[in-house]
């Protein structure tokens, strides 16, 4: 995937602990460090200096201002790289709400690690990436990516990005009130999980958004590579609620699903990259799925 043809988005809230620097919006503290450099740097040298000198030269004259230090920080290409994709999801929907006579509202992505105390509650880095409905954000600790390559050979800068994308799906769902029966069912507190119930219907049909974004960033970008569409597809396998099941050795119970079977979020996510149509995308309507 040639994700460095995206534009980058200033709408990623760094928070992650550890940094040097944080991003906040996609602004680099670059001055600042500036700032640290000239105060620290000194005005004279001892390197190579021959033993009988005993006075040093400044290594500037009054009448030469002293040369400004060169800071290039070192690139986070996970960063970086989350940047590109949410900076390509906001120029497809943007180019979609348009044709809608809608302006699409840019969620914000915050990076995290350890846990976040989100819009919705506190959430550990076990919580996998999420979108918070109540303060229109997504929250994705980098960890989770490593863990599933890890667990489930679920590896690929596509697949990562299919993952980013189903978030920004449920945003796109709201803001579209496409996903309407499901939030109706939650607010009246009906149960909705079960398969082929509102909230598998909710996720499948973020499933189907994402593929409409990849099929929209494919005709602008042609950044897709060879094997990068059989890896976002596998991520969707296997995250399937049968799928996770059986990881753990459990009893497949589909009373319990909530983002459905793998089959289904193949299948879904490939009718959005085949259509590019988000009306495409109605699984409330649909008898099978």
């Given at each position: ?40 740097a ?32 070192e ?10 994709v ?11 709400f ?14 995290f690690?350890?846990?976040v105390?989100s ?31 890890q ?15 189903h ?24 149960p909705?999980?079960g ?23 494919q005709?602008r ?29 459990a ?13 289904q ?13 988000p ?8 008898d099978v799925?």
């Amino acid at each position: 995937m040639l994700w460095n043809k995206a534009r980058r988005s200033k709408n990623v809230n760094d928070i992650r602990k550890g940094k040097d620097a944080r991003t906040l919006t996609g602004t680099t503290l670059a001055a600042g460090l500036a700032a640290v450099a000239l105060a620290s740097a000194g005005l004279y040298s001892t390197q190579d200096t021959p033993a009988d000198i005993t006075k040093l030269e400044p290594s500037y004259t009054l009448d030469r201002p002293l040369p400004q230090p060169s800071i290039e920080p070192e690139v986070d290409l996970q960063l970086t790289f989350v940047q590109s994709v949410l900076g390509d999801t906001e120029d497809t929907w943007n180019q979609l709400f348009a044709q809608m006579g809608r302006q699409y509202p840019h969620p914000t992505l915050t990076l995290f690690n350890n846990g976040v105390v989100s819009g919705c509650g506190f959430a550990s880095s076990g919580s996998g990436p999420f979108y918070c409905p109540g303060n229109r954000q997504v929250y994705l600790d980098l960890e989770f990516f490593r863990t599933f390559e890890q667990q489930f050979s679920v590896v690929g800068d596509f697949a990562r990005a299919y993952i980013i994308a189903h978030e920004i799906g449920h945003h796109v769902q709201l803001e579209l009130g496409l996903s309407g029966p499901f939030e109706k069912a939650l607010l009246e507190q009906q149960p909705v999980s079960g398969d082929g119930g509102l909230e598998v219907r909710a996720e499948l049909q973020a499933d189907c958004l994402a593929g409409v974004w990849a099929h929209h960033a494919q005709q602008r970008l042609d950044w897709l590579e060879l094997g990068d569409i059989e890896a976002a597809l596998h991520a969707a396998a296997m995250f399937g609620d049968d799928q996770l099941q059986a990881a753990r050795n459990a009893q497949i119970r589909p009373e319990t699903f909530s983002h459905g079977t793998s089959l289904q979020r193949v299948n879904w996510f490939k009718t959005g990259f085949a259509t590019g149509l988000p009306e495409a995308c109605d699984t409330f309507a649909a008898d099978v799925l």
